[in-house]
């Protein structure tokens, strides 16, 4: 696929993995929204060894939408893997990544942007405060928010202080930021937010947490217990990695030209 020829500001990171049906509405949402702001942005998304058609879904629609690129993975490697290539690959000066499920209109990527403005680092959506602010609406499952707060009250004891939904996947980073946090990111599965957000707040960046309107939609990829479970797991690999000085800066133009080249392999 073409790549815009002009500078790009934003790029829009969607993981997918077979999304065939729920993808092609978004993607309608965003173009448009973003069309009409006239600023240069790209669309990356990165199909996560899909076994349906979710791969020709987005070819068809990009024929009309060159601003899309495809990232196709051969095999289904987590969500983790999924934004990472995508992050590492984007060109924007702004990245976005957000679910393809369009749970979160795009539209509240304003609210992010306005956080970045007032000299913040990355802002990140949350559901937990757009739930206990009434000009906000957050429809989930009650399961869900029940599993979900717990969660985030034990990922808080273990190291992310402060941040009251660490698994919102709307989050908005500046282009130095998303280089430095995923070019030392290591886990692959849905555990990736834990992971980017505790070695954000280890290097002193500012995080702005958000309210956003979010709607849970039917479909979901995730098991709350069997997956919660993991992230548990996965939050102490970070624990881990971190003692074995796994997340040292990698500012080296060469290793990011290279993290860089093996995002961009799969990319159509």
Known sequence: MARPSKRITLSIILPAYNEQDRLPPYLTSIT?????????????????????????????????????????????????????????????????????????????????????????????????????????????????????????????????????????????????????????????GYGFDLELLYVALRRNYRIAEIPINWTDQPGSKVHVIRDGLRMCRELLAVHRHAAQGSYQRRESPDTLHELRQAAESHTY
């Open 32 to 188: 448009r929204y973003l069309s009409q702001r006239g600023d240069p942005y790209e669309i990356v998304v990165v199909d996560d060894g899909s076994r349906d058609e979710t791969a020709e879904r987005v070819r068809q629609f990009a024929v009309d939408a060159p601003v899309i690129r495809l990232i196709q993975l051969e095999h289904n490697n987590g969500k983790g893997a999924a934004v990472r290539a995508g992050m590492l690959a984007a060109q924007g000066t702004l990245r976005l990544m957000t679910d393809a499920d369009g749970a979160t209109p795009i539209q509240e990527i304003e609210r992010l942007e306005h956080a970045l403005s007032q000299d913040n680092d990355l802002a990140i959506g949350s559901r937990f405060l757009g739930s206990r602010d009434n000009r906000y609406r957050v429809q989930a499952r009650w399961h869900r928010t029940v599993l979900g707060n717990a969660f985030n009250r034990m990922a808080q004891r273990l190291g992310l202080e402060g941040i009251t939904d660490t698994q919102c996947g709307f989050k908005l980073f500046r282009k130095r930021v998303a280089e430095d946090l995923f070019s030392v990111a290591r886990i692959d």
